[in-house]
């Protein structure tokens, strides 16, 4: 009985203490200690920021800026450090068009050209940051001033332009002019940001009869640049046969002239060699010139025969009149120069008995 006393004093003692501790218990503390686990983990997470590789950090602390170029995960000071992130990455905007629905921007996009023409041509430019503190702080919104400069010397450059050049042939000299005036602006203002590259991406007029126009003029003009191009292939293919002709006539024309002139010295000898002989037998050589004369002309000779009643026949060829070839008709002739060479020789011989030397003889046979 004493044991079940002392059991029910210490329950007793126990619920009190649970009791006391009940009365005791304050609801803010609990809220107290959330309250602060929430501010440590919103500092913690305020304090630790990560950059990726295509990205600046610029930190200030009291309003000094410092640029964090290194990628990863870094630490600053919640509330006293402020941290901004820019882009290492080429970036652009369009001018002239809307790149959500591809349509001209009429107000960026429609310019008049130097002959009064009207012409809608619409840009892309690209940039970069090069310097983080200039580009946040030199300016209130570095990207619209180069879109203004950019706006700005577009006009001003096309302006200097006729609308065939900006539409044709003048697309990369007006993107150079441009580039270089708005680079030596973005030198002089200092704002953080370089223009990388600006292009034309389509040029053409506002309206579609004159878009027809000028595509038929370029298509005259390609047909005009095609022609070119064939004539000088027909150039470049007829210089080389005509020169070929000219050198083949030019050899043929001083093989002719050599076979000539060595025809005609040979002539020269051949007569140079009968005049010698002439000189020592004149008579015997005019005999034998005439024989051979005749060898080459009577078998091509046409004979014509008048008969007693006033009639003519021709006998063609020789031979069939004659009744021998005309080897036969040149052996003949030969026998006869021959057979009178010997009379004259004999004459000549017998003539020499009356005082007169055989060349007076043949001198007198000249005469005769």
Known sequence: MFKKKQNNNAYEQQSQKARSKVRN?????????FIGIIAAAYLLVGSIYSLKENEYAVITTFGVPSVVEESGIHLKLPYIQRMAKVPKTINGFPIGFNAD?????????????????????????????????????????????????????????????????VITTGKNEIQASIKEKIVGRLEEEDIGIQLVNITIQDAEPPTQEVINAFKNVENAKQGKETSINRANQKRNEDIPAARALADETLKTAQAQAEERVNEAKGQVARLNELYAEYQKYPLITKQRMFYETMEEILPDMKVIIERSDGSTQTMLPLESFTGSSAGSFGSAASGSSFSG????????????TDGNTPAENEAGDDEE
């Open 101 to 165: 629905s591809d349509e001209y921007n009429d107000r960026e996009s429609f310019m008049i050209t130097r002959d009064y023409n009207f012409v809608n041509v619409d840009f892309y430019v690209e940039y970069r940051v090069t310097d983080p503190t200039r580009y946040l702080y030199a300016s209130e919104n570095p990207v619209e001033i180069l879109k203004n400069l950019t706006q700005s010397y577009i006009r001003d450059t096309i302006g200097l332009y006729d609308v065939d050049s």
């Open 341 to 352: 060479s010997q009379q004259n020789n004999g004459n000549n011989a017998g003539s020499s």
């Open 25 to 33: 218990f304050k609801p803010g503390k609990i809220v107290g200690i």
